[in-house]
């Protein structure tokens, strides 16, 4: 079945700082990918999402781009915010079924 | 617009004994999922609605867990007996028919099994 393997965290990162968190998938054909993220004590929303190849995503200031080369679909910000510390997952979806990431933890401190 | 609401936010058996989680989704859309999300590691779905129909419970322990939703809207899932293996969060999702792109995830329900 389809996998996807995300950046293991936790990550701790100042305020302005860059952040980028890896993922890659392991799937048979080509699926639509996504960013959810999770702040605490929240349930998952969907933060970016690509459906086909040399597809970017963006809210928020986030960023990822689906490539099909490296089957990778890394998350990336330029200047992140103490209030974008969350559990960040990404996912893969396959005819109907979602395969999340381990998910990885960014603390953004002041 | 209401979110997915589910209930109970926490809940702590001992094992073998038995729990069931309630969700209801937001108003109009057929699709239903439950996922459990074992510490550490990112959510997996358990079964799969489409109105009151199983689209997909192939990772659905069915020797101790189950799950229904009857008349198509709020749906159950029990685990009967519980291990300790269980202890995770228990999200529910929905989405408009077919829309498996736009899932909306309650606030989960906390299991603990001790």
């Known amino acids: 079945g389809d996998s996807v393997t995300q950046m293991e965290g936790p990550v701790t990162l100042s305020e302005e700082a860059f952040l980028t968190i890896n993922c890659t998938y392991t799937a048979t054909g080509y699926p639509s990918l996504f960013w959810y993220v999770q702040y605490p004590g929240e349930g998952l929303q969907l933060l970016l999402k690509a459906t086909k190849a040399d597809d970017k995503g963006s809210n928020k200031g986030f960023e990822a781009t689906y490539r099909k080369e490296t089957t990778s679909f890394h998350l990336e910000k330029g200047s992140v915010q103490v209030s974008d510390s969350a559990v960040y997952f990404c996912a893969a979806l396959n005819d109907y079924k979602l395969s999340f990431g381990a998910g990885t933890t960014v603390t953004v401190r002041a | 617009e209401a979110g997915v609401a589910q209930s109970p936010r926490y809940k702590i058996i001992e094992k073998r004994q038995s729990v069931a989680f309630w969700c209801n989704p937001i108003?109009?859309?057929?699709?239903l999922y439950w996922y459990q999300q074992i510490l550490g590691q990112g959510p997996k779905l358990l079964i799969q609605?489409?109105?009151?129909?199983?689209?997909?419970d192939s990772q659905l322990p069915k020797d101790r867990f189950s799950a229904e939703r009857l008349k198509g809207v709020d749906s159950t899932l029990k685990i009967q007996p519980a291990k300790l293996e269980d202890s995770a969060v228990y999200l529910c999702a929905s989405s408009l028919a077919r829309k498996w792109d736009e899932q909306y995830f309650g606030p989960g329900t906390r299991l603990t099994v001790t």
């Open positions: 609605f489409q109105n009151n129909g199983v689209v997909d």
């Open positions: 108003s109009g859309h057929a699709t």
